[in-house]
């Protein structure tokens, strides 16, 4: 048979991204974000979202097929983002994939946001291993996952957050700071200059024996803000840099602990670390160095696989086709709160 062909499509946030991926080698991709228009809101406003991605579909669609050298008629299958994400923000990217399926009269597959996050990683890095530990770390969601094979196993989820996910708390401690949206980078940024043992903020959940793999960071979001307004209060200037090297280590010692710990107590040798989070340097360098210790293989993909983008997208719709499940059709309705 002929090599499927897959085109990608994702716009559940604040990037408008198409990929083009054939037997999991990237061809090629486009992305655009609107993050810029978002930063003066301290989040992602859906409606601005909306707006910039039927700005950006044609154009990023465009770029994605120069990128990979592919004309429209080569492309075998599509596959989009069908949830979870913002609605407004769902729908535009799964519109376009609806009506480039339809044009091509080619087979359309809906695809869950955060199958797409893990699968980022087998563009790099090759097939999954046969069982393995998978930390999400995004904007919106904070889960340790068993994952045998993404797309025909049921993926046992081990743990998830009670409240915000990792991402969104950098984003408002960020925020909180004065550094701006998206606050990963940002926070990122200012802690190189920062001491990380200036304030030591709290680790929720790091030792809750009967939830070993649950999340809680509205706790570390809430420390800081009172260690701001209490220094604020004091007329001293906010040490930003020794904060956020804090709180980026708080943060970074709980989802490296836990997923080190899954890893252990199911006997798996893999972790693999995907969504926006896993770009942090940080979080990168300490879960390297953990894994080395215990004999753990690491996999996370390049950062800019990590965040958000239509290559993860085509990822699972090429694995999908590979595995020879049914398309979802053009019926296919967004699902904004999809579970995976
Ligand atoms: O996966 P993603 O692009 O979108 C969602 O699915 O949510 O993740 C976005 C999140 C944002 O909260 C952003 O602040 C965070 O990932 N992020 C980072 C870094 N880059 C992006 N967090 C920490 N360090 C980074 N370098
Ligand atoms: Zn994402």
Known sequence: A???????????????????????KLLGQGLASSASKHAEFGGVVPEIA?????????????????????????????AATSG?????????????????????????????????????????????????IILIVS??????????????????????????????????VSRLLGLGYPGGPAISKAALEGDREAFRFPRAMLRAGDHPYTFSFSGVKTAVARTVEQIERTGAAVPVADIAASFEEAVVDVLVTKAVKACQEKKLSTLVIVGGVAANRHLRAKAQEQCDKL??????????????????????????????????????????????
């Open 139 to 172: 904007g919106g969601h904070t889960s340790i996952l068993e994952v045998r094979d993404l797309v025909r196993d049921p993926i046992v989820h081990l743990g998830d957050t009670l409240d915000d996910a990792a991402g969104e708390a950098f984003d408002k």
């Open 295 to 340: 004999g753990i293989e690491l996999r996370v993909p390049p950062p800019s696989l990590c965040t958000d983008n239509g290559a993860m997208i085509a990822a699972v719709g090429d694995l999908l086709v590979r595995s020879g499940a049914e398309p979802s059709g053009l019926g296919i309705a967004a699902d904004p709160s999809a579970v995976l």
């Open 50 to 78: 909306a707006r910039a991605h039927l700005d950006a579909v044609v154009p990023t669609l465009q770029i994605a097929l120069k990128d990979a050298g592919v004309e429209p008629k080569d492309i075998t299958h599509v």
């Open 84 to 132: 979870p994400g913002l609605a407004t923000a769902v729908h535009v990217g799964l519109a376009a994939a609806k009506s480039i399926a339809w044009a091509l009269d080619k087979p359309l597959y809906g695809v869950h946001h955060l199958a797409g996050h893990a699968a980022a990683d087998t563009l790099e890095h090759g097939p999954l291993p046969e069982h393995s």
């Open 2 to 24: 002929l090599s499927p062909v897959v085109l990608g499509v994702e716009s559940s946030c604040d990037e408008t991204g198409f990929g083009i991926v054939s037997e999991g």
